[in-house]
């Protein structure tokens, strides 16, 4: 067993017991600290779920609302807020709040050091139906996600100027190149084939060149049909 | 051709008596799980009413469909199972009201968040935050007891696909679950 599979399982089980993930953490000290972290942040989970979440009652049990004035009333803010949603939230700034959204939902994906496999490589890409011309020593982070109703390739790439987060929109045009600068990370969304390349740093970091050189590095190959059952969001 | 014997459309008083006996104490079997119920159905829907009600529909299911619980051990189980199945409907069957969770969740105020509580407070707030996709294996592991092969099959996946989301469930809560007692001894990468 490799590390990468004893990680796993060991996230998604941290009681879980085996021989061969036994026999792996008696020789893998990383392992079996991320064992030990995760056994506690499990036994943390279990005591939060252990009492329903306190959730607040927004109305007496049986209490009838007017809800003639609340539909109308909030008709009429609904419009509102739709208008001013779509003045304010122009397709492309929506987009790069979506792709800060998605990668602050995986803090976890900036701490990769080492190269991952290359079959997670490969399963990253071929979900979405990309190729890419980058060794794969320096992709350290590479998960196929859930974002925006497809599939795509998610990875961080180490560079001389520090990691860099990418993501392959192939479902997503933009018209022009889209800088911004929100939750601590520096980004930029380029076009790219049919669809569109975003690339993020944390802080200042350079992203021109990362979008520049993936541009020429991505391949579009023929897309496959998208599976439910594919492992990740 | 003979015809088979006649049963009397009247029960005995005997049969009677050890029916209604296995129904008060099928029925006691359901009400003392309704708690442990609510609270599944609570950390799937994030909705108390629409627990109650889901938790409602399933013990009238499952009390239509009693002559399927043959061991009255696998109840909890079985019951788990109904109920998610009835939220499952529930969910597909029409788009839940939208509220933002800060306004439907009850947030720490500033004494409480200074409390030995906060931390427990912010991790249940942070599984409330997690998507269905996720909330909903790891409830189903954590709180119902299911193995990994159990829930595929209910959630109609993949083992990977499973391990895969319970894995990113526990790694996006990790970060609200304080300091570990080892810090700074984070596991170290290994080349795979």
Known sequence: ?233 | MRNPPVQSPVSSLGERSRAASARASLTALFESMRPDLLRFAQWLARDRSIAEDIVQEALLRAWRARDALKDPAAARAWLLTIVRREHARLYERKRLELVSLDDALDIPDRAAAASADAELLTLRHGIMRLPIEYREPLVMQVLGGFSTEEIARELELTNTAVLTRLFRARHKLRGLCGPSPAAGAAPEEQPA
């Open chain 1, 1 to 233: 067993m490799i590390c990468e599979d004893a990680r796993l399982l060991i996230g998604a089980d941290p009681d879980a017991a085996g021989a061969e993930l036994e026999q792996h953490l008696r020789g893998c000290e990383g392992c079996r600290a991320l064992r030990a972290e995760m056994q506690r942040v499990n036994a943390d989970i279990r005591h939060a779920l252990e009492e329903p979440p306190v959730i607040r009652v927004a109305r007496a049990p049986g209490a009838t609302p007017a809800w003639r004035e609340y539909a109308l009333a909030a008709g009429v803010v609904l419009a509102m807020a739709a208008g001013l949603a779509v003045w304010v939230l122009r397709p492309t700034d929506t987009l790069a709040r979506d792709v800060v959204t998605h990668v602050k939902g995986e803090p976890e994906s900036w701490l990769g050091t080492h190269g991952v496999s290359a079959a997670s490589i490969d399963h990253a890409l071929k979900s979405s139906g990309i190729g890419l011309d980058l060794a794969s020593d320096r992709i350290v982070y590479a998960q196929s996600c859930w974002f925006r109703g497809h599939y795509v390739p998610h990875l961080v790439v180490e560079t001389t100027h520090g990691p860099a987060t990418v993501l392959i929109l192939r479902h997503e045009q933009v018209k022009a190149r889209d800088d911004f600068r929100e939750g601590g990370m520096t980004g930029v969304i380029v076009p790219a084939g049919d669809g569109s390349i975003a690339v993020l740093t944390r802080g200042r970091g350079q992203v021109d060149e990362v979008a520049a050189d993936l541009r020429q590095q991505v391949h579009w190959l023929p897309e496959p049909a998208e599976t439910p059952q594919t492992m990740h969001h």
